[in-house]
């Protein structure tokens, strides 16, 4: 079963934005709504933080957004804090009715 | 507040097989509309998606782990299982338990580490 592309790391100064990419086929990302986004830190569990592409769950910060473009989903942080060093993960229901997810994102605040 | 949490056994044998137990509060497996499904994540490595199960007893597996694969529910204890037989080395991860309401997963359980060695 094939995994979406993501950048192994991506860094960014406090308050400044960043994005990171996920990228799949016509078969996942480009052909579904069900893509979503978990931040997980050292030790913990994975939260969730996109949902549908671009919904965010209640509690979680406006300054994180989702999109997606063709066969391309993307997780912008806006404002970045410390407390968003993480890494971070994208997944998407596929046309077999699975679920892939990214290789994961190491995002570091300089 | 939904609370899941995974128990079993820490170390199993190569050959063997693993079980795994997620217990869930605040909620009933029964009531959700979704789904109740094990993720898991070799150390230092991504989330791999295992399978799931609808409260009706419907099952849903990753192709690549299938064939080893069974997932099941207990609606009147409100706990759900995982049983991966022949295990290897290549089993070795952090297994997590989830709720899937659609095409996500919102509540996790902490995670539970199973080594293969013998």
């Known amino acids: 079963q094939s995994v979406l592309t993501q950048p192994a790391s991506v860094s960014g100064s406090p308050g400044q934005s960043i994005t990171i990419s996920c990228i799949g086929t016509?078969?996942?990302?480009?052909?579904?709504?069900?893509v979503s986004w978990y931040q997980q830190h050292p030790g913990k569990a994975p939260k969730l933080m996109i949902y549908d592409v671009s919904n965010r769950p209640s509690g979680v910060s406006d300054r994180f957004s989702g999109s997606k473009s063709g066969n391309t989903a993307s997780l912008t942080i806006s404002g970045l804090q410390a407390e968003d060093e993480a890494d971070y993960y994208c997944s998407s229901y596929t046309s077999s009715n699975t679920y892939v997810f990214g290789t994961g994102t190491e995002v570091t605040v300089l | 507040q939904l609370q899941l949490q995974e128990s079993g056994p820490g170390l199993v044998k190569p050959s063997e097989t693993l079980s795994l137990m997620c217990t869930v509060s605040?909620?009933?497996?029964?009531?959700?509309?979704?789904?109740w499904g094990w993720l898991r994540q070799p150390p230092g490595k991504g989330l791999e998606w295992i399978g799931g199960?609808?409260?009706?007893?419907?099952?849903y597996y990753n192709p690549s782990l299938r064939s080893r694969v069974t997932i099941s529910a207990d609606t009147s204890k409100n706990h759900f299982s995982l049983t991966l037989t022949s295990v290897s080395a290549a089993d070795t991860a952090v297994y997590y338990c989830?709720?899937?309401?659609?095409?996500?997963?919102?509540?996790w359980g902490q995670g539970i580490l199973v080594t293969v060695s013998s």
């Open positions: 016509s078969s996942d990302v480009g052909g579904y709504k069900y």
């Open positions: 605040g909620g009933s497996i029964s009531g959700s509309t979704g789904s």
């Open positions: 989830a709720r899937r309401p659609l095409g996500y997963w919102d509540y």
């Open positions: 199960i609808y409260a009706v007893g419907t099952t």
